[in-house]
């Protein structure tokens, strides 16, 4: 059934890891993400963020209809074709379609806010009583912010304290409780809850309140009434971000038990990192450790896993990035000099040992995350404001003109 298979060996000083990769299945066709790019005069890449198009453009600025690009001819000259194999026809909605719809409408909603942050506090409180007071809404927040002495000096949370329902992490079962999550924090925030759910994830509405905000593309203003409304009442932009499935088999373990070890697999939004070794990175964690380490950044959208070496002593081991329908197996290897440590999402750190094995696989539990405006426009306004990807300073007009500022210069994106 392996029609693919990948070995690399890294030797890193200490340690060694082997790594295997085994395509288990791979779609007839693979299509690249389109784009709008334009380069202008000084060789200085344009974003075109205009919304789809079909109206007679240059050929350079239209958009195609789906954002996995044309689907490709399965014919390739007058007698050829691609055979046809019923049982592994997979059949995809094309991302820039996806949006939110509720059969039922949403009664419990999860609030989760950055902890010890007093900026969050306000916009927490005005959140809270207002979806329990307008929207009569059951609210779910963690036990230990009931407790928060921050919260306490405000009257407005003192009135609808004792009307939130609260859970402990590792204790309490959120699984089928909750209808919408809301995050008030950064990055941290929406990879906490990531973790919180194990399975299938309600959508995720995030707000901006925290250091970064890459993955948060709402700004808590003061018509965040509005917008927690329209995302209620449905039909709203919905970008599906991939999670990698993970499990680790120990070494003299029998079959049957590490079967049961892959059944209590963990789940990660962004990356699972090897100490000095490596990182397995999703396309929605290509912006963080694995962009730092050297990788390519790339849109959640495109179905594929990021394979990064950290610091690798073998120049030719560079970044690659395999299609999603890869299972990565990584163990110490024999040789060795010493055992390897590993984290999940920057969690769970714990340490595998020589001829421990850990398997990372692409999992059918993505985190639907709700678009400010749509997925190109969210993402490549966060690589402009989070990384100033594409930022500079505008070269000097030799006429003076109303666009530059007092020095001559301005920033373009």
Known sequence: MSIFCLSVLLTLGLSALLITAEVFRLLDTISILHMELMIDENSHILVERGKPCLCSEPESRRRTKSLYGASPSHKFGPKASLMKVQNNVLTLQDPGSQRLTWYKSPLTVLILKKIHDEMVITPFVELVSWLIKERQMVVFVESKVVDDPLLKKHQEYMKVSNRLCTFKEGEDDLTDKIDLIITLG?????????????????????FHLGSLGFLSPFEFKSDFRDKVNQVLEGNVPLILRTRLKCSVCHKGDPVTKCEQENKRYILMLN?????????????????????????????PNVPAIMITPICPHSLSFRPIVVPAGVEIKIMVSPEARSNAWVSFDGR????????????????????????????????????????????????????PNSETDSNGESERR
């Open 271 to 299: 990356e699972l990192v090897v100490d000095r070794g490596v990182i397995i990175a999703t396309t929605t964690g290509s912006t963080a450790y694995s962009a730092a380490a050297g990788a390519s950044m790339c849109h």
């Open 186 to 206: 950064g990055d941290g925030t929406l990879l906490y809850a990531s973790t919180l759910f194990q399975a299938s994830v309600p959508p995720v509405m995030a």
């Open 348 to 399: 769970n750190r714990q340490e595998i040992h020589k001829g421990d094995v850990i398997r990372v696989s692409s999992s059918i539990y993505p985190l639907p995350s709700i678009c400010s405006e749509d997925q190109i426009s969210d993402w490549f306004s966060s690589l402009a404001g989070c990384l100033h990807w594409n930022v500079r300073k505008q070269q000097k007009s030799f006429t």
